[in-house]
């Protein structure tokens, strides 16, 4: 009897802040794939010697376990040290024989392969095909890599019930300027009417020269657990994330399976998510749009209509149930289609 496939994931297995993670952990607890769904954690947190054991690791088990003929590994890139990390990884599985994807993450990725096309180029053309988030990612994984099989895929998430609601509105993810948190505190200042809202900052504090404590009605939590960021969305109306670069983000997928109004940026794959009034789009940077836009998503009733289409877009195009099997089809092309 054949053995069903094993996909090895390998990347940022351990539960850690940012979507990679969340997006991994999604994939080794679905219980719907055809195939068997294995963790590689080449990366996480603590001190360096715990991390390069980490890596020392994903090297030992690539080098050993995956079958040649039945499995592929899938390496979770994005940028900068992941990359190269990562590649690592995949450009060794490659020399054992092993299908090998590139599954790209990332805000910064398009600019990471403008800065360094050799490298990129290189470890991508070892992968028989790549997943990418958004078009600007596939388009750039392309000319980097001439005739890779690049598939535009995005990530999933479950939705949620509805629920009761407050008057909050929740920014996800690292406070800092790449993620546009001055600009959203400067938006919440200069809006004439909150409306009882209160504006909750959840995620790390990367830059503390963003932070206004006494700016009215603003509350930052720091870094939070997971669970905890689901049971803030499910509490808020409106989500916002006025970033200036974003692959797409899982904060905005994840507000949106919650009943919530999203305010967000065109950047990345986030107008694809909120076409069709599923969201509020504003242009990265823009003060005066991100300010009007938070006043119409506070006004009473306002947000509801935003938050229903976004459920339904949500359970339309990016439920896992309807993700999911085209990821695996990807996965499982990589070892059936012909080496690269």
């Known amino acids: ?62 080098a050993t376990r995956p079958s040649r003929r039945h499995d592929v590994v899938v390496c ?41 096309p050799a490298l990129v180029g290189a470890v991508l053309r070892r992968a028989r095909r790549a997943l990418a988030l958004n078009a600007e990612t596939a388009a750039m994984a392309r000319a980097v890599a001439p005739g890779l099989v690049v598939t535009l895929l995005p990530n999933a998430v479950d939705p949620a019930p509805r629920r009761d609601t407050e008057a909050l509105v929740v920014f996800g993810g690292e406070v800092g300027p790449r993620k546009g948190a001055d600009l959203l505190v400067r938006a919440w200042r200069d809006l004439d009417d909150r409306r009882g ?48 670069r974003e692959g797409l983000p899982m ?16 950047v990345g794959g986030t107008p694809q998510a909120l076409a069709d009034g599923a969201g509020m789009l504003v242009d990265a940077g823009d003060l005066a749009a991100l300010t009007r836009a938070l006043s119409a998503a506070t006004t009473d009733g306002a947000w509801e209509e935003h938050a229903v289409r976004a459920h339904a877009r949500v359970t339309s195009t990016y439920a896992a149930d309807v993700v999911f099997p085209r990821v695996e089809r990807e996965w499982l092309a990589a070892r059936d289609g012909a080496a690269r």
């Open 76 to 116: 979770h890139l994005s940028e900068g040290g992941s990359f190269v990390r990562e590649g690592a990884v995949l450009l060794l599985a490659r020399l054992r024989g092993v299908a090998t994807v590139a599954q790209l993450h990332g805000s910064r990725f398009v600019e990471f392969a403008e800065r360094h």
């Open 251 to 266: 904060f905005v997928l994840e507000a949106m399976a919650r009943w919530t109004c999203v305010v967000a940026t065109r």
């Open 197 to 244: 809202h209160r504006l909750v900052f959840a995620g790390p504090i990367v830059d503390e020269a963003v932070v206004d404590r006494a700016a009215p009605d603003v509350d930052y939590l720091g870094a939070i657990p997971h669970d905890e960021l689901l049971a803030l969305l499910d509490r808020a109306r409106v989500a916002c994330l006025p970033s200036y």
């Open 1 to 62: 009897m054949t053995r069903a496939p094993t996909i090895w994931h390998v990347g940022q297995v351990e539960p850690a802040p940012g979507g990679m993670s969340q997006v991994i952990r999604a994939y080794l607890g679905w219980p719907s794939f055809a195939t068997t769904q294995r963790g590689v954690a080449s990366h996480g947190d603590g001190s360096w010697p715990r991390r390069l054991a980490l890596f020392a690791r994903a090297l030992a088990t690539v």
